[in-house]
């Protein structure tokens, strides 16, 4: 690693957010944006208040869900509106053009939620039933429970780190990879106290702490453990009860990747140790232009008093 990926943080921050499609959406204590760069090499931001948890929704290892929910949908939707933006919408095929005339202006959140469903379901598929059918065919020779749990881990693990690495070779993914690094940039010259300019931001490590990356891999870890109490007599049960554990799984995770943003010391590094190794694949080295666009999305979410946004 680089010598500047060492440096501390000056303040810790709240503040986060999310590569797109040619553009960086950015989540403040107050106020959230999205900046995306069009064909015509202008930057289109837009604004929106940033949505609070509230009651039940703030309960320790209970708002690591609901946060989730938020971020995948509000995730989504900037997502399809950076693909618009940015010109890279592709023409709607028979499928899409039978939606729009079917469903009229509701046909984007009808195509919208199938998407979701498949990739939802596919995802069960991949990362739950695979490896459980892997693991349940080796029960046939081990009878340790804990170690058939660990087995399933480590191929649940191994098939997260291969798809991800496979999908950054992709030209299209590589791309937005190097808007993360854009967006971790930003994030920590803000952390450090700098100026917010290109020349300050390329400065900055692209490995982020609090990275979704982090948040992931933690999840798994946390599943395996999980997992380690669930009946291995049924195969299919097995999974279904780890898919109803998964609110258990999501909270628990999110407080240790909260735990490990707020703190700095041996446990905390390495709780954040895996995940900053993977962002080696996850976020790329950004140009300049990329820069500019994290810069267009993190400055309207700051607030007037930076206190407003220690984490």
Request: glycine share 8%; net charge neutral; with cysteine.
């Amino acid at each position: 690693m680089e010598n500047n990926e060492k440096q501390s943080c000056a303040i810790k921050t709240s503040v986060g957010g999310q590569a797109l499609l040619e553009g960086i959406m950015m989540k403040g204590p107050f106020k959230s944006a999205m900046a995306v760069r069009k064909p015509d090499g202008e930057i289109d931001v837009s604004t929106w208040d940033t949505k609070k948890l509230t009651g039940i929704r703030k309960i320790p290892f209970i708002r690591g869900t609901f946060n989730f929910i938020d971020t995948l949908i509000q995730g989504y939707d900037c997502l399809m509106k950076s693909a618009e933006i940015s010109g890279q919408e592709e023409e709607p095929d028979k499928f899409e053009l039978w939606l729009n005339k079917v469903f009229g202006k509701a046909a984007g959140a009808v195509f919208g939620s199938i998407v979701t469903i498949l990739a939802v379901a596919l995802a069960v598929g991949l990362f739950f039933g695979v490896p459980a059918l892997i693991a349940g065919f080796a029960g046939n020779y081990i009878e340790n429970k804990v170690v058939l749990s660990a087995i399933e881990g480590v191929i649940k693990i191994a098939m997260f780190l291969v798809y991800v690495i496979g999908v950054s070779k992709m030209s299209d993914i590589h791309r937005t990879f190097m808007y993360h690094g854009a967006e971790h940039k930003t994030i920590f010259c803000y952390e450090q106290g700098l100026e917010l300019t290109v020349e300050n931001v390329r400065k900055q490590q692209r490995f982020h702490p609090r990275c979704g990356t982090s948040f992931l891999l933690i999840v798994l870890v946390v599943s395996v453990l999980v997992s380690s109490v669930i009946t291995w007599e049924n195969v299919f049960v097995r999974v279904a009860l780890k898919i109803l554990m998964l609110p258990i799984t999501v909270g628990i995770s999110y407080e240790i990747i909260k735990f490990a943003g707020r703190h700095d010391n041996w446990l905390t590094r390495i709780i954040s140790a895996p995940g900053l190794w993977f962002q080696n694949f996850t976020t790329q080295e950004p140009d300049d232009s990329m820069i500019e666009v994290a810069i267009a999305a993190v400055t309207p979410v700051l607030p007037e008093n930076p206190e407003d946004a220690i984490y």
